[in-house]
């Protein structure tokens, strides 16, 4: 996007409204609550941002007021790590209605595994798993419309044996 300096971002947790980024080394703590229109407001200490992002292709865009920045995902460095999620959700990535639900609440799911059907101009779109998971909740029913953003599954880490 832009000819900034490059920065090392890593997201260390996403639990509850409750985020611990890693930026360049120093780890910084936020919350961030989900708007209504798809965005988030994230509060950093005693300061407030709004902020929206989309995924695209191996990148994640992100906007927050004048700034904006685009994000390269990369896979996890060590093998001693825990590899965590790669989204606590499943969102609508445009407005529609929910066509299938193809998982239940409770099942393990593995990477590219089919999780739900939209339907928006006539064209079906399926969403899979873009990580290894467990189906926390299912949050919409088939037939039911949703908006751009909408979270229609809940994640969670697949519990280590």
């Known amino acids: 996007m832009g000819g900034g300096p490059a920065h ?19 780890e910084i703590s936020a919350t961030m609550e989900t708007l209504a229109d798809g965005s988030a407001m994230l509060a950093i200490g005693d300061r ?17 007021g004048a700034m904006s920045a685009e994000y390269q995902i990369v896979e996890a460095r060590g093998s ?3 590899v965590g999620l790669t989204a606590p ?5 445009m407005p529609g209605a929910v066509l299938k ?4 609440e409770g099942a ?39 908006d751009h953003g909408a979270t229609l599954i809940e994640l ?3 519990p280590e044996k």
Do not use: F, W, Y
Request: proline share 4%; charged share 25%; net charge negative.
């Open 156 to 158: 969670g880490p697949v």
């Open 89 to 93: 959700t499943v969102d609508a990535p």
């Open 8 to 26: 090392e971002v890593e997201i260390v947790s996403m639990l509850d409204g409750g985020i611990a980024v890693r930026i360049d080394g120093e």
């Open 108 to 146: 393990r799911v593995a990477t590219n595994d089919p999780l739900i059907v939209l339907e928006a101009m006539k064209t079906e779109t399926t969403l899979s798993a873009e990580s290894p998971a467990v189906i926390k909740r299912v949050c919409v029913e088939v037939g039911q419309r949703v």
């Open 48 to 64: 407030r941002h709004r902020i929206s992002g989309t995924k695209r292709g191996n990148s994640i865009l992100v906007a927050a």
């Open 80 to 82: 001693s790590r825990q």
């Open 101 to 104: 639900i193809l998982v239940e």
